[in-house]
């Protein structure tokens, strides 16, 4: 059975920082993307980075998400992170992470990144908290 588990949400003050975990286990190989996403009160949720075995490890961001946000992986490829500096209010919110076999990270003609929303396999979401 694959499940997909975050961890490693909290409350921090405007300009701190926070590193997330996403561990996926179940998969039969390690061909799988694995993208994050949040979802703030009363908004959708949003995609935010991507990595995958498909695209040799490379990573991709939503244009927002660029300079602040960092996605990378374990050495071992089974736990991967989302960094999170210079954080404000506005990044209060659930983040997701995803998994989808078999597939590298979905982008547009010219390269940049599409988070699509139909990931196969979702976590329950670690909760981003930011105060002043």
């Known amino acids: 059975e694959v499940q997909v588990v975050e961890s490693g949400g909290g409350s921090v003050q405007i300009g701190g920082s926070l590193k997330l975990s996403c561990t996926a286990s179940?998969?039969?190989?390690?061909?799988?993307?694995i993208a994050w996403f949040r979802q703030a009160p009363g908004g959708e949720r949003e995609g935010i980075a991507c990595?995958?075995?498909?695209?040799?490890?490379?990573?991709f961001y939503v244009e927002s998400a660029e300079g602040r946000f960092t996605i990378s992986s374990d050495t071992a490829k089974t736990t991967f992170y989302l960094e999170l500096k210079s954080l404000e209010p506005e990044d209060t919110a659930l983040y997701y992470c995803?998994?989808?076999?078999?597939?590298?990270?979905?982008?547009?003609?010219?390269?940049?990144?599409?988070?699509?929303?139909?990931?196969?396999?979702w976590g329950k979401g670690t909760q981003v908290t930011v105060s002043s």
């Open positions: 179940g998969f039969t190989s390690d061909d799988y993307a």
């Open positions: 990595t995958s075995h498909a695209d040799d490890y490379s990573t």
């Open positions: 995803a998994a989808e076999p078999y597939t590298g990270c979905s982008r547009y003609n010219d390269d940049t990144y599409y988070a699509h929303q139909n990931m196969q396999y």
